[in-house]
């Protein structure tokens, strides 16, 4: 699901408590439970910002793959996608907003909240991770609305903080900027893979290693391809790593979709930062 459940002082619960607020959770709501994909795709030059078009390479493969997983009458797949673009003088992207307001939209707490991105994409992807950690504080359940603050006295509230399931990296790159690029990851995600590979593109475009901003909340998967590449492959390896990474990521995508049982739970006690 894509909520860690919470006692009234915002602290994780133990597993026991957590079997019992899922409980409550799945009797509070009826109809299929909704998954929420977001994909972004590299720079997308006069297109950034804008959706993907349908047939437009590996995020619309990715796209219609990853909707089949649907099982009519017990789960359905919400996926939006669009083409990246350098952030705006605000701090956020058109493309960045508007997957926000989908996942608002579409957001279903029994459900799973996958993110993928590719190239300046992943530093898009890391940046909508960041809005829900800092927009999307808490979640109260049985009201389905979301709030800044834990209001205390609620009878049968079930507090709840929204997280990101999975957030899929791929080769997350700024151009130039790629070499000295933080590549941080919030502890709204509990699931981070990145695949990613260091050798510079033409426009100096190249991956590099993430890391958790706090380790005991979100495990990293970094997997470094660099040496799949050699010679002239070197240069050409930042455009292929999606293509080349694409069976790995609908396998992980397909498989937090399809996991039923209850994800790492967070450590008994720990404040949710």
């Known amino acids: 699901m894509s909520v860690d459940f919470l006692n009234a002082q915002g602290r994780a619960l133990s597993f026991q408590n957590t079997?019992?607020?899922?409980?409550?959770?799945?009797a509070s709501r009826s109809g299929p439970i909704t998954n929420t994909v977001i994909i972004f795709t590299g720079w997308g030059g006069s297109q950034g910002g804008q959706p993907v078009r349908r047939g437009r390479g590996t995020a619309d493969r990715l796209r219609q793959d990853v909707q089949r997983n649907t099982i009519p009458g017990f789960n359905r797949i919400q996926i939006g996608a669009w083409q990246a673009s350098y952030t705006r003088a605000s701090g956020m992207s058109g493309e960045i907003e508007q997957a926000f307001r989908y996942i608002v939209n579409?957001?279903?707490?029994?459900?799973?909240l996958i993110i993928y991105g590719y190239s300046?994409?992943?530093?898009?992807?890391?940046?909508?991770?960041?809005?829900?950690?800092?927009?999307?504080?808490f979640f109260e359940a049985t009201t389905n609305r979301f709030a800044r603050y834990i209001v205390s006295g609620v009878s049968d509230a079930l507090w709840c903080r929204p997280r990101v399931d999975l957030?899929?990296?791929?080769?997350?790159?700024?151009?130039?900027?790629?070499?000295?690029?933080?590549?941080?990851i919030f502890s709204a995600v509990r699931l981070n893979i990145n695949y990613y590979?260091?050798?510079e593109s033409r426009i100096y475009s190249r991956g590099g290693?993430?890391?958790a901003m706090?380790?005991?909340?979100?495990e990293i998967r970094n997997f470094n391809w660099s040496s799949r590449y050699t010679g002239d492959q070197r240069q050409l390896a930042h455009g292929r790593l999606d293509e080349d990474t694409y069976s790995k990521a609908l396998h992980a995508i397909r498989g937090v979709i399809g996991y039923e049982a209850t994800p790492r739970v967070l450590p008994v006690g720990m404040e949710y930062v």
């Open 197 to 199: 590979q260091t050798h």
């Open 214 to 218: 706090v380790p005991e909340l979100t």
């Open 106 to 112: 579409h957001f279903d707490p029994r459900g799973k």
């Open 120 to 137: 300046l994409g992943g530093f898009n992807a890391m940046a909508l991770t960041y809005s829900i950690y800092a927009r999307l504080s």
């Open 19 to 26: 079997t019992d607020h899922t409980r409550r959770l799945a």
């Open 209 to 211: 290693p993430t890391t």
């Open 167 to 184: 957030l899929l990296t791929i080769d997350p790159a700024r151009g130039p900027g790629s070499g000295s690029a933080q590549r941080r």
